[in-house]
């Protein structure tokens, strides 16, 4: 695991492992290939959830919970092509933009359409560190 992620992810509630099962199903179920640096998340901490110090919230799901809650919150009707993993714990989601270069993007829980989707970085390790250095004047 990438060291800077590990640090970020340390200042976070964590959750244990992915069950490799777990992992493999997500890939298998998702039909999609999921970036290199989040597979590898989800295997050292599968979740995690508090404030950053610049008192940013995240909240980063579950494997096992993944599809279910891409599915609750019809993203594909709403936003064909992307694929969310987590949010801010209030109105913005989290995902991938499985549409091109799996870019992590920010969209509206309520709202939710391609036309919202707000780029944030090119991966999920520069999202991470991006997050992180945000400021609240931002």
Known sequence: MDATVK???????????????????LQRSCRMELPQDYLNFLTFFNGAAGTLPNSYHLILW????????NEAYQVQEYAPGIFIFGSNGGGEAYGFDTRSS????????VGMALSEAEYLAPSFTAFLI????KTDDE
């Open 62 to 69: 579950p494997a096992e919970t993944l599809l279910d809650l």
């Open 7 to 25: 640090k970020i992810i340390d200042q976070l509630g964590k959750g244990d492992p992915a069950p490799s099962d777990a992992v493999s199903s």
């Open 130 to 133: 991006a997050l992180e250095q």
């Open 102 to 109: 799996m870019a992590v993007i920010q969209v509206p829980f």
